[in-house]
T-cell receptor, first 115, second 115 residues
Framework: ETGVTQSPTHLIKTRGQQVTLRCSSQ?????VSWYQQALGQGPQFIFQ???????GRGNFPPRFSGLQFPNYSSELNVNALELDDSALYLC??????????????FGPGTRLLVL | DQQVKQNSPSLSVQEGRISILNCDYT??????FLWYKKYPAEGPTFLIS?????DKNEDGRFTVFLNKSAKHLSLHIVPSQPGDSAVYFC??????????????FGQGTTLQVKP
């Protein structure tokens, strides 16, 4: 069984640029959540996708957007990058939203540095 | 407003002894809690979870205790091993109005197990 994978592993961008991060969910999982982890902090919820629809959003501005595809893989897009967007971006998948199947399994993350 | 708090940034224990990691939460609506372990340059790895209908859940060397009246949970690792050295995150599921399985994380506790 393949776990959650993310690409790229590292990325360097400059302020104002746009970035797309990718995530492949674990086999059999239809729910994907994205988190941002700043240095020394716990991960912060960005948004969640369930069966290709956004199913909840955290306290992030609209320049953070996402997609989920029919195979349940997902993208996180960030426009107009700011220095504070430098962080580890984590993708997590779960079997479904049903209770007892909602444990989220994380990928290795994408480290984004904005200069 | 930190809804999940891990007040000890670090903990050091001797190999073979018990490690106890603590977590407090403020939202009485949380009904499912998880512990994750994170090594540098990797995503969080799921360890163990507990539903609010239980007060204890055990999996091998790992036991999680939940005290709902005190809004407190703890993770016990017995016996501790050097390979357990990592950052441990406590998380709660905030379902919200749309049944979003949003994880709210604490700040993490760095555990060091000395040989």
């Amino acid at each position: 069984e393949t776990g959650v994978t993310q690409s790229p592993t590292h990325l360097i961008k400059t302020r104002g640029q746009q970035v797309t991060l990718r995530c492949s969910s674990q086999s059999g999982h239809n729910t994907v959540s994205w988190y941002q982890q700043a240095l020394g902090q716990g991960p912060q919820f960005i948004f969640q996708y369930y069966r290709e629809e956004e199913n909840g959003r955290g306290n992030f501005p609209p320049r953070f957007s996402g997609l989920q595809f029919p195979n349940y893989s997902s993208e996180l897009n960030v426009n107009a990058l700011e220095l504070d967007d430098s962080a580890l971006y984590l993708c997590a998948s779960s079997i479904s939203l049903d209770r007892a199947k909602e444990t989220q399994y994380f990928g290795p993350g994408t480290r984004l540095l904005v200069l | 407003d930190q809804q999940v708090k891990q007040n000890s940034p670090s903990l050091s224990v001797q190999e073979g002894r018990i490690s106890i990691l603590n977590c407090d939460y403020t939202n009485s609506m949380f009904d499912y809690f998880l512990w994750y372990k994170k090594y540098p340059a990797e995503g969080p790895t799921f360890l163990i979870s507990i539903s609010s209908i239980k007060d204890k859940n055990e999996d091998g060397r790992f036991t999680v205790f939940l005290n709902k009246s005190a809004k407190h949970l703890s993770l016990h690792i017995v016996p501790s091993q050097p390979g357990d050295s990592a950052v441990y995150f406590c998380a709660a599921i905030d379902r919200g109005a749309s049944n979003t399985g949003k994880l709210i994380f604490g700040q993490g506790t760095t555990l060091q197990v000395k040989p």
